[in-house]
């Protein structure tokens, strides 16, 4: 490879490694403020004067002073291993998601199937976490994380066959190069289903039953302090960032809008913020379903509509042709 071509990639491994700096962050600090104005909450809107716009340092400073406690019967490599396993997948999915056509840290063939792959990975960090605690909350939490990526999962990916096979393409650029805006309609069904699921995976409330703080105290967290206990909080808001870039590229035309030549990237960003605020607003506003509530939902509806979304789309592309 040239001195160029190396360059290119150290420069796009630069870029989206800042992203995966940044975005999370932002997405947090949107998370404060949103909470603090639709609950009435004071303490995050004082932290550095204006906005509480240092609220996101002063929680960085207080995970940085706590101690890492590792607990005596711990499997101490496991215990410590689990939440970069959990971060790791993030920034992989984040590097294959494209901006725009040119602004995309790995051009992949078959990149939504990399991406999908590569998010059902970090699971696998919640159940390390729930497994080596060595304690009974934490494994209760690391099965229910289980239960739902199984639940959640075939619905998702289903909803995203209907969306590769009416672009005719596994690229996500070529997705979102063959979207009209008529998607918005007849992919929707498939959208809500994407976004339900989305949820789930993360986590999030309505489905946030492995970290049910008043059933199971913090499910497969209860265990870790200071920055382990930051770093999962990073993953959860990257892969906020991940679903709602993903999101938007499958259902909302990904860069398509006004000077998408130049501000394409900006487009996409833009979008996908749109998408974040709403999985914070199902935060502030949802209750906790039960397990088994959450069960019913996916397999009773969830899983029929998108294989509905998918006959119909293949219906739609034959008669097409």
Not at 116 to 135: C, E, R, Y
Not at 162 to 178: D, H, K, N
Not at 196 to 207: H, K, S
Request: hydrophobic share 60%.
């Amino acid at each position: 490879m040239s001195d160029l071509g190396w360059l290119e990639v150290v420069l796009r491994a630069v870029a989206v490694l800042a992203g995966f700096l940044v975005l999370p962050l932002l997405v947090g600090q949107t998370e404060h403020k949103v909470m603090a104005h639709m609950q009435g909450r004071l303490g995050p809107m004082y932290a550095g004067g204006f906005h509480g716009w240092a609220q996101l340092v002063a929680d960085g400073v207080k995970f940085v002073q706590k101690e890492d406690v590792v607990p005596a019967r711990a499997d101490r490599w496991a215990f410590r291993l689990a939440p970069g396993v959990a971060l790791v997948p993030c920034l992989i999915a984040l590097a294959l998601i494209p901006l725009s056509p040119n602004v995309v840290g790995a051009k992949v063939d078959a990149s939504v199937l990399l991406v999908l792959a590569v998010i059902g990975v970090g699971i696998i960090g919640t159940l390390m976490a729930g497994w080596a605690s060595a304690n009974k909350y934490s494994l209760l939490g690391a099965m229910r994380a289980a239960a739902q990526l199984v639940s959640y999962e075939l619905p998702m990916v289903l909803v995203v066959a209907s969306v590769a096979l009416a672009a005719g393409t596994l690229s996500l650029i070529g997705i979102t190069q063959a979207w009209t805006p008529w998607w918005l309609l007849w992919q929707l069904p498939g959208a809500v289903v994407f976004f339900v699921a989305g949820l789930a995976e993360l986590q999030r409330t309505p489905f946030d039953m492995p970290v049910a703080d008043s059933e199971i105290v913090f499910g497969p967290y209860t265990e870790y302090t200071g920055l382990r206990f930051a770093f999962f909080l990073l993953a959860e808001y990257a892969g906020i960032v991940v679903m709602s870039l993903l999101f938007a590229v499958l259902f909302l035309g990904g860069w398509s809008g006004p000077w998408s030549g130049t501000l394409g990237w900006l487009w996409t960003l833009l979008k996908a913020l749109v998408v974040a605020v709403v999985v914070i607003w199902f935060r502030v506003s949802w209750p906790r379903l039960r397990e088994d509530q959450l069960q019913r939902l996916a397999w009773v509806w969830l899983v029929p509509i998108a294989l509905l979304q998918l006959a119909v789309t293949a219906v739609g592309v034959v008669m097409m042709r």
